[in-house]
């Protein structure tokens, strides 16, 4: 199975700053991953797909980038409900996976 | 809009069984693949299994082949998720998922999920 990993695992930064997330693939899966965000207590919500294109109603201060093995999402100045989870995905090959996620805090 | 409700969760022994329910509404049930994927306590999100609009292709995890089965009725809107041989490894919130219209595999609704606990 395609195997995910995301860094860091917990980003702590302040509401206005630049959050830079990282999501990388053991093999390519091409641009099909996508990005989802989870707040406590609620579930996932898709933000990003096919590696840069935003989900209806997402704001644009969230980017995603990249392509094969190593892919970016980008939340350009940290809003209050930013502070989240948030997972990558990939649709490239059986069986879906997900990354063990990153964790934004409030510094 | 999208509305995805979650039933049938509880708490139950391990090699027991349970059937879980996901009554859709706000969109045409019978064009859309569909998922159920779980998220074990303070952990991550983990792909169980996939059901196709017409029920016709069916895929799941590793994890739980053989011991779930992923049905649905399109004359209800409703998905199913039949989990036998339970093991406390399963305990999880479980979220039924509407796919996208193009691909399927994209997970662009979600329910709000149903506990399921495997104790002893």
């Known amino acids: 199975e395609i195997v995910l990993t995301q860094s860091p695992v917990t980003l702590s930064l302040s509401p206005g700053e630049r959050a830079t997330l990282s999501c990388r693939a053991n093999e390519s899966v091409s641009t099909y991953l996508a990005w989802y965000q989870q707040k406590p207590g609620q579930a996932p919500r898709l933000l990003i797909y096919?590696?840069?294109n935003r989900a209806t109603g997402i704001p644009a201060r969230f980017s995603g980038s990249g392509s094969a093995t190593d892919f970016t999402l980008t939340i350009s100045s940290l809003e209050p409900e930013d502070f989240a989870f948030y997972y990558c995905?990939?649709?490239?090959?059986?069986?879906?996976?997900f990354g063990p996620g990153t964790k934004v805090e409030i510094k | 809009q999208v509305e995805l409700v979650e039933s049938g969760g509880g708490v139950v022994q391990p090699g027991g069984s349970l059937r879980l329910s996901c009554a859709a509404s706000g969109f045409n049930f019978r064009t859309y693949g569909l998922h159920w994927v779980r998220q074990a306590p303070g952990k991550g999100l983990e792909w169980v299994a996939f059901i196709r609009y017409d029920g016709s292709n069916k895929c799941y995890a590793d994890s739980v082949k053989g011991r779930f089965t992923i049905s649905r009725d399109n004359s209800y809107n409703t998905l199913y998720l039949q989990m036998n041989s339970l093991r406390p490894e399963d305990t999880a919130v479980y979220y039924c998922?509407?796919?996208?219209?193009?691909?399927?595999?994209?997970?662009?609704?979600w329910g709000q999920g149903t506990q399921v606990s495997v104790s002893s």
């Open positions: 998922v509407k796919g996208d219209i193009l691909t399927a595999l994209l997970f662009d609704s």
């Open positions: 995905q990939q649709r490239s090959r059986w069986p879906l996976t």
């Open positions: 096919d590696a840069s």
